[in-house]
């Protein structure tokens, strides 16, 4: 369906009185113009692209498609409101047909400051739904022939995420109840070890527990994606040979052009393409760039790419940028104030690992790759200036995620 896609004009909560009903906060227009970046192409070039992403199913396998507050520093207070604010019109206009929405996660901090909690995560997910049946764009995606039927309608499938399995604490039944509720995909753990094994952040790399390889089991018999981003090394590995189904690394990169605990080394990679599983290529700020680029960029993103093409095959490669509509940098220069801050119990251990991301570093935007409405667009137009072919395109840009999705749910 490409850019004919059957949006109404819905705005998030519109049935709601905003000021009585909920707090007001001033959003960051969603695409910021001096911002925005298109890849240039000849006419010729602009011509196949846009039969490319009207063609073809588009898929996002890690997104954040919310508005943010303009002034970062209030991103706290509004998390704990517990209400997040889908950009349905920006969406319209991306060519997506399918985004994985990872909702709130560890900002999920309505009755916590340190998140994950359940009863927090169940309000999260309540709120969102609340909202996406008042409207008529978004389906709800519980299985892959919703995002077929996206593609056909015009509609946008919207996939309900957990970044992380934290909040199911020690019981493996909240596995069923969150797919009942319609999370479609999970994440093992956030940089941080919990009981389903240790974290990418960790001084010691445990792998996965055997709590962790109970839920992989569980996740497989209830046909819940597993997401492994955040995890150790071994525990990605350890995850990978458990699982009867492929996995996914829903937003990452390679650790051989980006030497940080956030990226995963060739072994992993490998590791998942052999189990026919597909890495989604990140986008956010700092983590995509390269020890030859250190400013990320469309470009920096592509190198990941094309990397992981050339070790694991074209087949097992997707897209994941983790963007938002928002100053993504200002977030990290806010959470790390906020982790700096008294009261969060979090303390400097010595060689502690962290995920390697040094935001003073940072620049203000990726250019090129800012937010949900221009990611994919971006990429489409690199690889048809690059000379890829359509088929390859094609893969890249969703079907070797619907592959696996078919296989998966």
């Given at each position: 369906?490409?850019?004919?896609?059957?949006?109404?004009?819905?705005?998030?909560?519109?049935?709601?009185?905003?000021?009585?009903?909920?707090?007001?906060?001033?959003?960051?227009?969603?695409i910021?113009?001096?911002?925005?970046?298109?890849?240039?192409?000849?006419?010729?070039?602009?011509e196949?692209?846009?039969?490319?992403?009207?063609?073809?199913?588009?898929?996002?396998?890690?997104?954040?498609?919310?508005?943010?507050?303009?002034?970062?520093?209030?991103?706290?207070?509004?998390?704990?409101?517990?209400?997040?604010?889908?950009?349905?019109?920006?969406?319209?206009?991306?060519?997506?047909?399918?985004?994985f929405?990872?909702?709130?996660?560890?900002?999920?901090?309505?009755?916590?400051?340190?998140?994950?909690?359940?009863s927090?995560t169940?309000?999260?997910?309540?709120?969102?739904?609340?909202?996406?049946?008042?409207?008529?764009?978004?389906?709800?995606?519980?299985?892959?022939?919703?995002?077929?039927?996206?593609?056909k309608?015009?509609?946008?499938?919207?996939?309900?995420?957990?970044?992380?399995?934290?909040?199911?604490?020690?019981?493996?039944?909240?596995?069923?109840?969150?797919?009942?509720?319609?999370?479609?995909?999970?994440?093992?753990?956030?940089?941080?070890?919990?009981?389903?094994?240790?974290?990418?952040?960790?001084?010691?790399?445990?792998?996965?527990?055997?709590?962790?390889?109970?839920?992989?089991?569980?996740?497989?018999?209830?046909?819940?994606?597993?997401?492994?981003?955040?995890?150790?090394?071994?525990?990605?590995?350890?995850?990978?040979?458990?699982?009867k189904?492929?996995?996914?690394?829903?937003?990452?990169g390679?650790k051989?052009?980006?030497?940080?605990?956030?990226?995963?080394?060739?072994?992993?990679?490998?590791?998942?393409?052999?189990?026919?599983?597909?890495?989604?290529?990140?986008?956010?700020?700092?983590?995509?760039?390269?020890?030859n680029?250190?400013?990320?960029?469309?470009?920096?993103?592509?190198?990941h790419?094309?990397?992981?093409?050339?070790?694991?095959?074209?087949?097992?490669?997707?897209?994941?940028?983790?963007?938002?509509?928002?100053?993504?940098v200002?977030?990290?220069?806010?959470g790390?104030?906020?982790?700096?801050?008294?009261?969060?119990?979090?303390?400097?251990?010595?060689?502690?690992?962290?995920?390697?991301?040094?935001?003073?570093?940072?620049?203000?935007?990726?250019?090129?790759?800012?937010?949900?409405?221009?990611?994919?667009?971006?990429?489409?137009?690199?690889?048809?200036?690059?000379?890829?072919?359509?088929?390859?395109?094609a893969?890249?840009?969703?079907?070797?995620?619907l592959?696996?999705?078919?296989?998966?749910?």
């Amino acid at each position: 369906m490409g850019r004919n896609k059957k949006y109404t004009g819905y705005k998030a909560y519109q049935y709601l009185t905003p000021g009585i009903d909920y707090k007001i906060f001033k959003f960051r227009e969603a695409i910021k113009e001096e911002w925005a970046y298109t890849v240039p192409l000849s006419k010729s070039e602009e011509e196949r692209a846009e039969k490319i992403l009207e063609k073809n199913i588009i898929i996002d396998l890690h997104e954040h498609p919310t508005f943010y507050p303009e002034n970062s520093q209030e991103s706290g207070e509004q998390a704990r409101e517990g209400r997040d604010f889908m950009a349905y019109e920006a969406l319209s206009q991306s060519g997506l047909d399918a985004v994985f929405d990872n909702l709130m996660n560890g900002s999920c901090i309505i009755t916590s400051k340190h998140g994950w909690k359940w009863s927090d995560t169940i309000h999260d997910l309540g709120q969102r739904l609340c909202d996406i049946a008042h409207q008529n764009f978004v389906i709800h995606c519980k299985k892959a022939e919703d995002i077929i039927t996206a593609h056909k309608t015009g509609k946008l499938a919207w996939i309900a995420v957990l970044e992380s399995a934290s909040s199911i604490e020690n019981e493996v039944d909240r596995i069923d109840i969150l797919y009942g509720l319609g999370i479609r995909s999970m994440g093992l753990n956030y940089s941080e070890s919990n009981m389903l094994g240790c974290g990418l952040g960790e001084i010691r790399d445990g792998g996965l527990t055997d709590f962790g390889y109970d839920c992989i089991i569980r996740m497989n018999k209830v046909k819940m994606l597993i997401d492994v981003s955040h995890v150790s090394d071994q525990t990605a590995l350890d995850a990978i040979e458990t699982s009867k189904e492929p996995i996914i690394i829903s937003h990452c990169g390679a650790k051989a052009l980006n030497p940080i605990a956030r990226m995963f080394p060739d072994e992993v990679l490998q590791t998942l393409a052999e189990a026919r599983g597909v890495i989604g290529i990140e986008a956010a700020p700092g983590f995509t760039a390269t020890k030859n680029n250190p400013i990320p960029t469309i470009d920096t993103y592509m190198e990941h790419v094309e990397y992981c093409i050339n070790l694991m095959g074209i087949d097992f490669v997707g897209c994941g940028p983790d963007t938002l509509y928002g100053d993504h940098v200002g977030l990290y220069r806010f959470g790390e104030k906020k982790l700096k801050s008294a009261g969060l119990g979090h303390y400097s251990r010595p060689d502690k690992r962290g995920d390697g991301l040094v935001v003073d570093n940072l620049p203000d935007y990726v250019k090129g790759m800012e937010n949900p409405t221009e990611c994919i667009q971006n990429i489409t137009r690199w690889m048809v200036k690059h000379g890829y072919s359509d088929q390859e395109i094609a893969k890249v840009i969703g079907g070797n995620a619907l592959r696996l999705l078919k296989q998966v749910w």
